[in-house]
């Protein structure tokens, strides 16, 4: 594993997107899908079908509403959204840690959020604080890198 820390480029403030979990009595978690469009859509699709179907111990689960740029695991202790706005948290100079070549944000604000910067989509991982947010972050990068182009 790589890791490393640098500053985040510089780049357009976006409205800040809370995402919701709600577990409910199934297996199937409440996340506010996002909207990404054109280049960002079609590599969210990418991402989507190349996700693993179990990370950091936990097996994928349904979201609602369905969306292919959502992926959730366990009760919704991780979850995934693709094509999300750039951190509104996230000032030009800000840090940010390299995963095996993705880069990714953590806001202050929310710890167990994490967002991958300087790519054509945002992808925005929540981790709850029970899972180790560098495992996690390892297996996401390669899918992350490989149909998520800078």
């Known amino acids: 594993m790589r890791v ?11 409205a800040g997107v809370t995402l919701v979990l709600i577990a409910a009595c199934s297996s199937t978690v409440h996340v ?7 280049e960002a859509a079609a590599a969210c699709r990418r991402l989507g079908a190349a996700l693993p179907e179990t990370l950091d111990g936990l ?14 695991w366990g009760d919704g202790q991780i979850a995934l959204r693709c094509g999300v ?21 953590q806001d202050p604000r929310l710890p167990t959020l994490f967002t ?3 790519r054509v989509a945002y992808v925005e991982v929540t981790i709850a604080k029970n899972h180790q947010p560098a495992a996690v972050l390892v297996d996401l990068a390669g ?3 490989r149909n998520v182009p800078d």
């Open 116 to 118: 991958s910067v300087n």
């Open 32 to 38: 506010e899908p996002p909207t990404p469009a054109g």
């Open 59 to 72: 097996g994928r689960a349904g979201s609602e509403p369905p969306s292919p740029y959502v992926a959730v």
């Open 85 to 105: 706005p750039r951190p509104a948290a996230m000032e030009p100079t800000a840090e940010v840690v390299d995963v095996n070549g993705v880069g990714w944000f």
């Open 4 to 14: 490393a820390r640098r500053p985040a480029a510089a780049g357009t403030a976006a």
């Open 143 to 145: 899918p992350v890198k």
